[in-house]
């Protein structure tokens, strides 16, 4: 099956700099990749995801590579904010059917002001 | 717009007792829904999930069940609960053929 990694487990950035959270997947096959966004005490949200025909997907201050080659995809967060500050997850799946989706096991990014 | 809710958000159960987590999603219908459990380090791990009523498929063995009596209600059970079963449980549901997951709120589960 799929196995997803994620580093680095922790990030502390500068308020104005930018971050970057970096993954890897083992199924070739796998071609949705979405991140997602967890609040203190609160469920994930999803943020932004990319499809395995696309290189970068930017929106506003976020933005995500893909690199199949290499099988890893990165998120970017550029200008952080205080309210980045939060749990990111990556994931990998098979898009379509009911295949779910493998996640990486969080990126806590805490943005000094 | 659709909503998913999960109840209750904390819960402190005794070793041995039994657990009865519940989660619905307004605003659709025939979702797929899932349990994952949340443990520090170890991301986000799929339980359960349900493609329709009464179809429940088990990704790890463990001391919990989960049941989908509706369409839109999904539940999590144990008989016993363990000290190893302490942890953020979280109710998903996504459509059929997607794979955009829509979260709750969880539920903090402490076992003593």
């Known amino acids: 099956g799929e196995n997803v990694e994620q580093h680095p487990s922790t990030l502390s950035v500068q308020e104005g700099d930018s971050a970057v959270i970096k993954c890897t997947y083992s199924d070739s096959a796998s071609n949705y990749f979405p991140w997602y966004k967890q609040e203190l005490g609160k469920g994930p949200q999803l943020i932004i995801d990319?499809?395995?025909?696309?290189g970068e997907k930017k929106d506003q201050r976020i933005a995500v590579t893909l690199n199949k080659t290499a099988k890893h995809f990165s998120l970017h967060i550029t200008e952080t904010q205080p309210e980045d500050s939060a749990v990111y997850f990556c994931?990998?799946?098979?898009?379509?059917?009911?295949?779910?989706?493998?996640f990486g096991t969080g990126t806590r990014l805490t943005i000094i002001p | 717009s659709q909503t998913i809710h999960q109840w209750p958000a904390t819960l402190v159960q005794p070793v041995g007792s039994p657990l009865s987590l519940e989660c619905t999603v307004e605003?659709?219908?025939?979702?797929?829904l899932y349990w994952y459990r949340q443990a520090a380090g170890r991301g986000l791990q799929l339980l359960f999930y349900s493609v329709g009523i009464g179809q429940i498929s088990s990704e790890v063995p463990q001391n919990l069940s989960a049941s989908r009596p509706q369409d839109r209600q999904f539940i999590l059970s144990s008989k016993k609960l363990l000290l190893s079963d302490s942890g953020f449980y979280l109710c998903a549901w996504s459509t059929v053929g997607a794979n955009v997951l829509t979260f709750g709120a969880g539920s903090r589960l402490t076992v003593l």
């Open positions: 990319i499809r395995s025909n696309v």
């Open positions: 994931a990998a799946s098979i898009r379509g059917g009911n295949e779910k989706l493998t």
């Open positions: 605003g659709t219908s025939n979702p797929n």
